[in-house]
């Protein structure tokens, strides 16, 4: 069974992915103000193709809807789906006014 947790210091931590209760993936985040920055999702090999970077991706939304934060994707993945999907992420993908 798939479980994720939140670990964070005073500005920055990771949401950390478990399967059966070995660490299989993480991301890594900074809080400052009300940004939330993703710098990097990194999932086990042993674990690729099982959709747990999504999984990690949820819990990131999810975090950050809860708090009223915005995303800034600095990670090439958490980027790569916000512009696949703009529609589900709007509400939290920080975007800088040009």
Excluded at 15 to 32: C, R, V, Y
Excluded at 35 to 60: I, M, R, S
Aim: glycine residues 6%.
């Amino acid at each position: 069974m798939e479980t994720t947790k939140l670990v964070l210091g005073k500005v920055r931590g990771e949401i950390q992915l478990f399967s059966d209760d070995k660490k299989a993936g993480k991301m890594d985040i900074s809080i400052i103000g009300n940004k939330l920055t993703v710098y990097h999702t990194e999932v086990d090999d042993e674990y690729a193709g099982n959709g747990f970077a999504k999984l990690l991706l949820n819990e990131l939304v999810t975090y950050a809807r809860e708090n009223d934060l915005k995303i800034v994707p600095l990670c090439p993945y958490v980027y790569a789906q916000f512009k696949r999907s703009p529609e589900q992420y709007d509400d939290v993908w920080f975007k800088e006014d040009k």
